[in-house]
């Protein structure tokens, strides 16, 4: 990594920002432009100095160590965060649980399919394992959650936040 004082503090190029940020260089690039920077990317602005773009090696340590993470853990936040009123421990059919997610029918039954070999070892799979289950009228069974579990797995799904206003 090339590094060169300007104004007494260490600088270097956009190959050294890569590798000190661990980030490809048009990402150094794209995130230092001026209208990144504009919109509040938390990159440093460069320093041109015979026609190459320099940056402060603290400045990209801050990015690295503390602006990357933060991006990364706002990548972990739940999907919705939910408060289910009701009693806790009251069942909650296949049919509610699937309302509450907002998922069509095809889009649960392709799941209740992903989960299945996890559900016959009595572990949660792509949905939770369900607390009860129950002879459908016709064919097949009814599965049940108590509300508490469900509530619970919902606001442990990672993804990204969707807020009350952006969801209606």
């Known amino acids: ?98 309302k509450i997610l907002k998922l069509s029918q095809g889009a649960w039954d392709h799941y209740v399919g992903l989960s299945r070999p996890a559900w016959s070892r009595g572990e949660d799979g792509y949905l939770p394992f369900f607390d009860d289950e129950k002879q459908a009228p016709v064919q097949g069974s009814v599965k049940y959650w108590k509300r508490r579990r469900a509530q619970e797995w919902i606001n442990r799904r990672g993804g990204s936040v969707q807020s009350p206003e952006q969801s209606g």
């Open 1 to 98: 990594m090339e590094i060169r004082n300007i104004d007494g503090r260490p600088h270097t190029d956009i190959a050294g920002a890569a590798e000190l940020t661990r980030r490809s260089e048009a990402t150094v690039r794209l995130r230092t432009s001026p209208k990144q920077r504009q919109q509040g990317s938390g990159w440093p602005a460069s320093v041109k100095q015979d026609k190459k773009a320099w940056f402060p090696v603290d400045e990209l340590e801050r990015v690295r160590d503390i602006l990357l993470p933060q991006i990364v853990e706002a990548a972990k936040a739940r999907v919705s965060l939910v408060d289910l009123d009701g009693d806790p421990d009251e069942l909650i059919s296949a049919t509610e649980f699937r």
